[in-house]
């Protein structure tokens, strides 16, 4: 059963937007490095460029946007009570941003003060955020699986946060932690939590509800969104054992993260079947970028499942690499790109309708951004997308490549941009109806 949406819930629009407005710049400049590094950037997943793309594509594009759909979401989904969600994202979004900064230069430039200025802005940034998430999720009377989801993904994210920030302090400080974990144990629990516990898991939960609302599908099988999130949590579970002094098993570790592999393959698959039997034919660009996403997340897991099987491809120092540009650009950016074109005209017009938008004429919520202009963006995506993943296999692509992804994130900005304007137009215009009614005079 579906939670009931209570949009009087929605925060102010300042609220999402300012989150959504800053994700892209991130993506720009993640692409503006790797066109300046060239082939340098994928000589290995430890080269500075390369931890520093990463960074800003995960912490910021990816996290900005995420938590800006999160304080919408759970208001609107959860009818939860949200915290003075204007000053949360005052305080909350500068931090993420100065503490993406910080991070992505410090990977750049190998200076340890910066690791340590981003572990503590992170640390008040999403201790903040996360207290309230967790607050308002477990206050509220609604229910369904959509809210359960929601509440391990907040998990989830505290639980990479904390990792992270271990991380950071440590290189911050040159202080090793072989003597509890080796630094890579620590990275690849870390980064499984990230985005397996955190992004997959939002993703999940997110999708129960609006796959079949806005792409008009079947709904997910009620076994299936049982399955998932308990699965993908035991997988998480079971791959932080190898922390432990016993968890140090190749074969078992192989194991753990096939099951969840399998898990997000399937997941995909049975996303894609739903879209394939949709009400509506026509598809849209949202669609679109689920379907690309869902199969970008298919062929993450049969890489991953090819690189086991063949032990030497997996050990080639570009196989993390490849694995990454399908996680983040090819998944997790394209369910993000495809959301935020459905959420800014939806957030439009509900907001407009809030203040009195009867009163004067206003576009729909097709006409927030130009259908051309997402479509020409979407393409430019996947583009950009075949291109990263070409460089990977022939590093002198790192240049076009990272010049198409920093195009398709400036033509993104712009079209926010573009709807963020259309939204402030028309408030205008219905402030002064508004004000010119109040002064007419009244007949006696």
């Not at 300046?36 to 990816?62: N, Q, Y």
């Not at 003597?179 to 980064?191: D, E, M, Q």
């Not at 800014?344 to 951004?369: A, C, E």
Request: hydrophobic share 60%.
């Amino acid at each position: 059963m579906q939670p009931t949406l209570s949009f009087e819930q929605a925060p102010p629009i300042s609220v999402p937007y300012r989150f959504f407005l800053t994700a892209p710049v991130f993506g720009i400049v993640a692409g503006l490095i790797l066109a300046v590094l060239g082939p340098a950037a994928f000589e290995s997943r430890w080269a500075p460029g390369a931890l520093a793309m990463t960074h800003l594509i995960v912490v910021d594009f990816m996290l900005q946007a995420m938590c800006g759909s999160l304080l919408q979401f759970v208001a609107v989904v959860a009818g939860a009570n949200i915290w003075r969600p204007r000053l949360v994202a005052h305080l909350v979004h500068p931090l993420i941003t100065a503490g993406a900064i910080f991070l992505a230069t410090g990977f750049l430039l190998e200076h340890p003060p910066l690791f340590l200025a981003a572990a503590v802005t992170f640390s008040v940034a999403l201790g903040l955020f996360l207290t309230v998430m967790a607050v308002a999720l477990l206050r509220t009377p609604a229910r369904g699986m959509s809210i359960h989801v929601l509440r391990l993904a907040v998990f989830g994210l505290l639980v990479t946060v904390v990792l992270g920030v271990v991380l950071a302090t440590t290189l911050g400080l040159h202080e090793s932690v072989q003597s509890v974990w080796s630094l890579l144990t620590l990275i690849n629990v870390h980064v499984a939590w990230g985005l397996g516990g955190w992004a997959l898991m939002l993703v999940i939960g997110v999708s129960y509800l609006v796959v079949p609302m806005f792409q008009l599908t079947p709904s997910y099988p009620v076994w299936l969104t049982r399955l998932l999130p308990a699965g993908l949590l035991l997988v998480l579970c079971l791959w932080s054992l190898q922390l432990l002094p016993m968890g140090e098993s190749q074969a078992w570790q192989t194991g753990v993260l096939s099951a969840g592999m399998l898990l997000a393959a399937g997941y995909a698959a049975t996303t894609l079947w739903l879209q394939s039997r949709r009400r509506r034919k026509q598809a849209d660009v949202t669609l679109m970028f689920w379907r690309g996403a869902m199969l970008s997340l298919l062929a993450l897991a049969a890489s991953w499942l090819l690189f086991a099987a063949l032990p030497k491809l997996g050990e080639h120092a570009r196989a993390p690499i490849w694995l990454g540009v399908l996680a983040l650009p090819g998944v997790f950016l394209s369910v993000i790109v495809g959301m935020l074109y459905k959420i800014m005209p939806f957030l439009n017009w509900l907001h407009l309708q809030q203040q009195g938008g009867t009163v004067t004429t206003q576009p729909n919520m097709k006409q927030m951004i130009p259908e051309g202009a997402m479509r020409g963006q979407m393409r430019l995506h996947f583009t950009a997308l075949a291109l990263l993943l070409a460089a990977v296999l022939w590093p002198a692509l790192a240049l076009p490549a990272g010049l198409a992804f920093s195009a398709a994130c400036i033509w993104l900005e712009w079209n926010l941009i573009g709807a963020a304007r259309v939204y402030t137009r028309y408030r205008d215009r219905i402030r002064a109806t508004v004000a010119a009614a109040a002064q007419t005079p009244t007949q006696p």
